[in-house]
């Protein structure tokens, strides 16, 4: 199986359950007349952007794929090389980042996450903790074909400590897939979270750091949202709750942990938090704005869109609109539409 193939399926296996909360969705198409299209208006005299995403911001990645081997077909070139040589900036990257495969895409994230001087710790966590099984094997699979090193040895050789090893467990792949509640189950985590949160008084023991570790890492998204609402009620009630006791923590283990029981508590939530600070204050973080409607757009952006209202009394458009311009910010806006 080739690896564009590959990564038509992982983004399709999301598709397939998600499909209500995505703000981009399958439409007809004809990939060979898409190509016809797109190779039109990326002439050299007369670059057509609006054309350009019409076709792209309107196509799911399994479309655009399909878009991108009919062009290679028809031009001989790469679509990917072609965006990049002919359109430019913030733009450009968006475009590119469309017609990527979609693990290879979050590969090239964390790649770039974790070359050069200093590691992006918080790119780490938002695609590593939030990914499925299957996606995480394809974002191996692709990222050891691209850069000829398996994935976990890079992030080993950048990291360390604590935070090291929460990445190589949650990159075993390990989790659970079984998605029946087993409220037995629940309960056995809940008293093991109690157990461990009360026995830490000062410093934040092993113990506690294994037993959130062990917990986080093997069960389904499903059966830790569960245990987590159901530990509400005791935080508000307990001087060493979950989070209390992982504040005792320093530096990226505590900031690791925080962020993966937030994501596995309310993913939404957590995006649209991701989605603020890209946009927040002087300057934006392009990256991070890009990689997160690119990604989530297909699976649950319009969950994302409710609770960016939800916590900010703003919609996301509006911000976007704010924070960006032109081209690239019509492409955006486009891909969040409902």
């Known amino acids: 199986m080739s690896l564009s193939s590959l990564n038509s399926d992982y983004f399709y296996y999301e598709i397939k359950q998600l499909n209500q909360t995505a703000t981009l969705k399958p439409t007809p198409s004809n990939p060979s007349c898409d190509a016809q299209t797109l190779k039109k208006a990326l002439k050299d005299d007369c670059i057509n952007e609006e054309t350009i995403i019409n076709v792209l911001t309107n196509r799911i990645s399994r479309q655009r794929l399909q878009i991108a081997a009919e062009y290679k077909k028809l031009c001989g070139n790469d679509l990917i090389c072609e965006l990049e040589d002919r359109l430019s900036g913030d733009f450009k990257n968006l475009m590119v980042a469309l017609v990527k495969p979609p693990a290879e895409f979050l590969a090239d994230e964390l790649h770039y996450a974790i070359s050069g001087l200093g590691t992006d710790e918080k790119t780490l966590v938002e695609i590593l903790c939030t990914a499925t099984n299957l996606q995480i094997d394809y974002i191996k699979h692709a990222y050891e074909k691209k850069y000829e090193k398996p994935l976990v040895e890079d992030i080993a050789g950048d990291t360390s400590g604590i935070f090291q090893r929460w990445l190589i467990s949650l990159l075993s792949a390990e989790r659970s897939e079984c998605e029946n509640v087993n409220e037995e189950a629940i309960k056995k985590d809940i008293d093991e979270l109690k157990a461990a949160c009360s026995g830490s008084k000062s410093d934040p023991?092993?113990?506690v750091f294994l037993s959130i570790l062990?917990?986080?890492?093997?069960?389904h998204p499903d059966h830790l949202h569960r245990v987590f609402q159901h530990l509400?009620?005791?935080?508000?009630?307990?001087?060493n709750a979950l989070d209390e006791i992982i504040e005792k923590f320093t530096g990226d283990?505590?900031?690791s942990m925080l962020a993966i029981v937030k994501s596995m508590e309310d993913k939404s939530t957590f995006f649209a938090e991701r989605l603020h600070d890209a946009m927040a204050g002087i300057g934006t973080s392009d990256r991070q704005l890009i990689r997160i409607v690119v990604s989530r757009c297909e699976v649950d952006m319009f969950n994302i869109k409710q609770a960016y209202e939800k916590l900010y009394e703003r919609c996301l458009e509006e911000d976007i609109i704010d924070d960006t311009s032109g081209h690239y910010k019509d492409a955006l806006l486009s891909l969040i539409k409902v």
């Open 205 to 207: 023991e092993e113990s």
């Open 214 to 219: 062990g917990i986080v890492v093997n069960r």
């Open 232 to 239: 509400q009620q005791y935080r508000e009630n307990s001087q």
């Open 253 to 255: 283990a505590k900031n």
